[in-house]
């Protein structure tokens, strides 16, 4: 009997202004609303915040829905700024989304990042299935792929096919478990080249002078098989692979890549990491005992931030999503305890954090805006 441990990138159902906040606002604030399945977050030239609206899928209910179930497709997908005033513009739309029937649980558009000075953006077009299903599925063509925003707004084509890049080379193949699949998650546009995060397929892909190359895939590890799986014929306890399911990246401040892991199948509570890459050497565990994680963000001092999707394991019912302050040295801190659900996007400016909440859902989706002090 083939067992099928391959990660899930389910998202747990759970639980306007950007300017100064009031002298006396100290909780999270929601500073925009209605937005369809918001994911990953950046701030333009302007200091406008950017994200990027997964969609709610469309009428086109003839495709495999990469959360489970059917899928269906429309072009809902957009990139969204808001700026100082809270106002909200869709300046990308008619982007590709493929989603439940109800519209959740969304893949499309999953990240925004811009080049330093924030002149150029770029954003990515998640794809969560084998890059073969583009063919089978002639409408999802523009899925899996990495995009060039200009400061007009107008997007200026495709800059690079992450989900192509997986079907040619399958960084991972040495991997166990491994699987020719693709969901470019996040992107990072900040330094001389653009990286991408595919949490399909397991690696870290470099966009330079030289065209697409393989940064890092980070190693799987072995977790212990939970209990209360019968229908998975695996002895509690017992070791199995765990894809490390890398779902985001950033550049630190000290020109090295920060990479957060959701991890795989079974999603061990405790058993994500962020992995520190620099170009040319074996990567490092920076800092370890996470779940879920799927976001990460440096503040200007150089404290790292850390938002977690669940603060469980995905198998089991629904738990509220964490941001949580790393510090260089000292305790970790949780801030906002109880007030995240199925967040899914992190930005950090001056003495706030924003994050993309209720990012499984179409339309109920919203940015928070969280004190850092």
Not at 126 to 155: D, I, S
Request: hydrophobic share 35%; with cysteine.
């Amino acid at each position: 009997m083939t067992i099928d441990l391959r990660k899930s990138l389910v998202l747990a159902a759970g639980v306007l202004a950007i300017g100064a906040a009031p002298a006396a606002a100290t909780g999270p604030q929601v500073i925009a609303s209605g937005l369809d399945n918001p994911r990953g977050l950046d701030f333009g030239f302007g200091g406008e915040l950017y994200v990027a609206e997964s969609g709610r899928g469309g009428s086109d209910c003839t495709l495999e829905n990469p959360e489970g179930g059917a899928g269906c497709f429309g072009k809902t997908g957009a990139i969204t700024k808001i700026d100082k005033r809270g106002n909200k513009k869709r300046v990308v739309s008619n982007l590709p989304s493929v989603a439940s029937a109800t519209g959740g649980e969304a893949t499309g558009p999953s990240d925004i990042s811009f080049t330093l000075g924030g002149l150029l953006g770029y954003f990515t077009v998640g794809l969560g299935a084998n890059p073969a299903q583009r063919e089978q599925y002639p409408q999802t063509a523009g899925m899996g792929k990495l995009y060039r925003l200009l400061p007009t707004g107008h997007v200026a084509g495709v800059a690079g096919d992450p989900a192509g890049y997986e079907a040619a080379h399958n960084p991972d193949a040495d991997q166990p478990t491994a699987e020719v699949d693709s969901n470019p998650n996040s992107v990072d546009a900040s330094g001389l080249h653009v990286t991408v995060a595919d949490a399909g397929g397991n690696s870290l892909i470099r966009y330079g002078f030289r065209g697409p190359e393989t940064l890092r895939v980070i190693p799987f590890k072995m977790s212990p098989m939970p209990e209360g799986l019968p229908e998975i014929p695996i002895p509690p306890g017992t070791p199995v692979p765990t894809q490390s399911v890398p779902t985001s990246i950033v550049r630190g401040p000290d020109g090295a890549y920060y990479v957060g892991q959701l991890t795989g199948f079974p999603f061990p509570t405790g058993g994500a990491s962020v992995w520190r890459i620099v170009p040319g050497q074996a990567p490092t565990e920076y800092a370890t005992g996470f779940t879920t994680i799927n976001d990460l963000a440096f503040g200007k001092d150089g404290t790292l931030y850390v938002l977690q999707m669940t603060s469980a394991t995905l198998i089991g019912p629904p738990t509220p999503g964490k941001l949580i302050r790393v510090p260089k040295r000292g305790p970790r801190t949780e801030l906002a305890p109880g007030t995240l659900q199925s967040p899914t996007g992190l930005a950090v400016d001056g003495h706030y954090a924003y994050v993309s909440n209720k990012g499984d859902q179409a339309g109920a989706g919203e940015i928070l805006r969280i004190p850092l002090r």
